[in-house]
């Protein structure tokens, strides 16, 4: 007969169930019991089965699935419970502990007996499995009276760990992993543990920090305590804690370290001790304030105070360098030379306190965002300011310029260079007018490319890359057509001695070399028709007709203010060379058929128009240093009343002499050009904001425009709608008849 046509009644079959429960419940009590056979397993399975597979009525499914229920509740009552209200603190633990393994290791077994229940009638009836009954039984007759009490206990041995005393961390992380099993995830854990531990933490720490503070008063003596304990509470988590209490553990304890205690943590002063926050920061105390960072790394509100008080010490720190430069270039004393090194020491110091709180920041503040904001804001309020007259961005392009000609007071090795300009490009990143940058970088740039004082191509083309890589490909376009103007003029003078000397009636009779720029590219330069004389003539023309014969749709444009020349002068001490400008050449060479000439007759022969160039040139040869001709009366200053003779007694110690021009302040044209170029970028922008939008707002084409604008330069607002009036004006915009303040593009 096979076994499903095996009829067992309810009784008999309960009786078999009931003998294979109570041996499992000696086995797990360590009564003296036989373990269970595969015969003692089947014949159990089997009963189960044949009783789920009885036709009605006989299917007794719900009574075997109640058996389950009853058996693990009567142990739990007779058994389990008895054991563990009869201890208490550690020893409940442990018996916990074994109760729970035991539950588990009986439920497992059970759900094996009953097998068959799971497969059909449970699924069925869509009743809980017979492991989340067991669960569940455990849950409600055990852990809800217990909870409170272990949890006090485990809570209780936690804060004796604190204390210094050794605990069992296996069996603390046993316990926890029951309130997370019991929940079925973190459920559990989190309501009837986890609340409870943040709660005795936050008094357990607030106690403590009252205690520190009173005692010790020294606020790196604090720290030292604290980060201590927040290791210790790492710890704890990693070993019996859930990893999802860290957070909220550890912000809870640097909350109650520092809430309390804000302003004597960040300003702390005892007994003569400056050891707060800013006290720190001033003193370059890297350590502690690493660890102050450290411990309060969770507290927002703590990092909060921490970033506004490091940006107010930037602030400062830059405010007295910017001091000490217009102290040193407002005194009376020193002279422009002075003042110009004074203005490179400010700017090698600007890079100094850059590169010192970035590496506090990315080092010793764990690189955190709210400091690098912090020291961002600093340093843009800072590098927009002006330093004794003038702008960060016109003292940046000379730092630059000092360091890449040649005969350099930063006397650096190729890798200080390469270094020091990337620090210089990294402050430029802070200042709001790049474009005021630009053109004073390039007038200096022109200025070492076209008189031979660059030290090193290599430097050169290294920060027009480090440049574009900033500033994007348009900031450096220029720039880098100068250098490659530069590069082609040397081909391009080659050619011309090879034309030279093939061609014996086109020598100009002097070594000639001409640099031919793209206008585009440089600064503009002042451009007029020197009367030269014939040998200059002579020169012009021999190369104008080489130039046609290679390009004959270009114009040429002579500009003479940058010329030099080398002439001979034939004194009576000795003759001597004269390194000087074309200008400066061109009238010295009128005197070799004038004994005496008047300041006008000088202007008219020269063809000069601007009175301000002649009375450079004529004070540079007959005032300054090297006093090539006399002058009547013999003052200090030029005037148009005054005569010149041939200095025939001039003499100099040197055999070769170089006369300079007296300098120019280039800085009003320099600005002059900028706001020109300016009121052209805002055109643009306008015009090709309006061309993709062809309907806007006055005031939405105002902000786009700033936006658009902004990574070159900070516009005015007045002069953006100066602009868009303009445009209206010249019927590239027209406002809308119905709403004035809607702008409609014109193509």
Not at 255 to 269: F, I, M, T
Not at 405 to 433: F, G, H, Q
Not at 670 to 685: C, G, H, P, T
Request: proline share 3%.
């Amino acid at each position: 007969m096979g076994v499903n046509e095996r009829k067992i009644d309810l009784e008999q079959g309960l009786e078999i169930m009931q003998k294979g429960i109570v041996k499992l419940k000696n086995i797990l009590e360590g009564l003296p019991e036989t373990p269970f056979s595969s015969e003692d397993y089947m014949m159990l399975y089997i009963t189960v089965y044949s009783m789920c597979t009885q036709k009605p009525p006989h299917d007794y499914s719900q009574q075997l699935y109640d058996k389950y229920r009853e058996s693990l509740e009567e142990y739990i009552m007779s058994t389990v419970l008895p054991s563990l209200r009869e201890k208490h603190d550690e020893f409940m633990l442990r018996e916990l502990v074994k109760r729970w393994e035991n539950h588990k290791i009986m439920v497992r077994w059970l759900s094996r007996f009953f097998h068959y229940l799971d497969r059909y009638f449970i699924a069925r009836r869509s009743l809980p499995p017979l492991e989340e009954v067991g669960l569940t039984c455990f849950s409600t007759m055990v852990y809800q009276e217990l909870k409170v009490k272990v949890r006090d206990a485990v809570i209780s041995l936690i804060d004796q760990e604190r204390e210094g005393e050794q605990n069992d961390q296996a069996l603390l992380k046993n316990i926890l992993d029951i309130f997370v099993e019991i929940g079925m995830g973190q459920m559990d854990y989190k309501n009837d543990f986890e609340a409870a531990l943040l709660k005795d933490s936050a008094a357990y720490y607030s106690r403590k920090a009252l205690s520190w503070i009173s005692v010790d008063g020294y606020c790196p003596d604090y720290m030292l305590k604290a980060e201590e304990c927040l290791k210790q509470e790492k710890d704890r988590i990693s070993h019996y804690l859930h990893s999802s209490s860290e957070p909220k553990l550890l912000e809870k304890i640097q909350h109650e370290l520092w809430s309390v205690y804000e302003s004597q943590l960040l300003e702390k002063e005892h007994s003569g001790y400056h050891s707060g926050y800013h006290a720190l920061l001033k003193d370059d105390k890297v350590e502690n304030l690493s660890r102050m960072v450290r411990v309060f790394s969770k507290v927002s509100k703590f990092l909060d105070s921490l970033a506004n008080t490091l940006k107010q010490h930037v602030t400062d720190k830059g405010t007295a360098l910017v001091k000490q430069a217009e102290d040193a270039a407002g005194c009376k004393k020193a002279d422009e030379k002075v003042v110009g090194l004074q203005k490179q020491v400010f700017v090698r110091e600007l890079i100094e306190l850059h590169d010192k709180y970035v590496a506090f920041v990315n080092e010793r503040f764990q690189n955190q965002k709210l400091f690098h904001k912090a020291l961002k804001e600093a340093f843009e309020a800072l590098c927009n300011k002006g330093v004794g007259g003038s702008s960060i961005a016109e003292l940046l392009a000379t730092f630059c310029d000092n360091i890449l000609k040649k005969r350099s007071s930063e006397r650096l090795s190729d890798e200080a260079i390469e270094e020091t300009l990337e620090k210089v490009v990294n402050l430029l990143a802070y200042i709001s007018d790049k474009d005021l940058f630009a053109e004073f970088y390039r007038k200096k740039l022109a200025r070492r490319l076209l008189f031979d004082m660059s030290a090193n191509d290599d430097h050169e083309r290294g920060i027009l890359m480090k440049l574009k890589h900033q500033c994007g490909v348009q900031f450096t376009l220029k720039m880098e057509g100068m250098v490659t103007d530069m590069m082609l003029a040397k081909e391009n003078h080659t050619s011309f001695e090879e034309y030279v000397s093939n061609n014996p009636n086109a020598n100009p009779g002097i070594d000639l070399t001409v640099t031919v720029l793209t206008t585009g590219f440089w600064p503009s330069y002042k451009s007029f028709d020197l009367n030269l004389t014939a040998e200059m003539v002579k020169c012009v023309e021999v190369f104008r007709e080489f130039y046609q014969i290679k390009t004959k749709h270009r114009k040429l444009t002579w500009i003479y203010s940058l010329g030099t020349c080398n002439i001979i002068g034939k004194f009576e001490p000795k003759t001597m060379e004269l390194i000087v400008t074309t200008y400066q050449a061109s009238a010295l060479l009128l005197f070799n058929s004038s004994d005496r000439l008047s300041y006008s007759e000088i202007k008219t022969q020269l063809n000069l128009t601007d009175d301000d160039d002649v009375v450079r040139l004529l004070h540079s040869l007959s005032c300054a240093k090297y006093k090539i001709l006399k002058k009547e009366p013999n003052t200090k200053s030029i005037a148009p009343t005054d005569h010149f003779e041939f200095n025939s007694k001039f003499t100099d110690k040197m055999q070769r002499i170089k006369i300079p021009l007296p300098p120019v302040d280039e800085k009003k044209k320099v600005i002059k050009d900028v706001d020109k170029d300016r009121r052209y970028a805002i055109d643009a922008s306008i015009v090709r904001i309006m061309k993709s939008r062809k309907v806007l707002g006055h005031q939405q084409l105002v902000m786009e425009c700033v936006e658009q604008l902004g990574p070159m330069f900070k516009p005015d607002l007045r002069a953006i709608k100066k602009r868009i009036e303009d445009l209206i004006f010249r019927d590239y915009l027209e406002r809308d008849k119905d709403n004035p303040n809607l702008l409609r593009y014109l193509a």
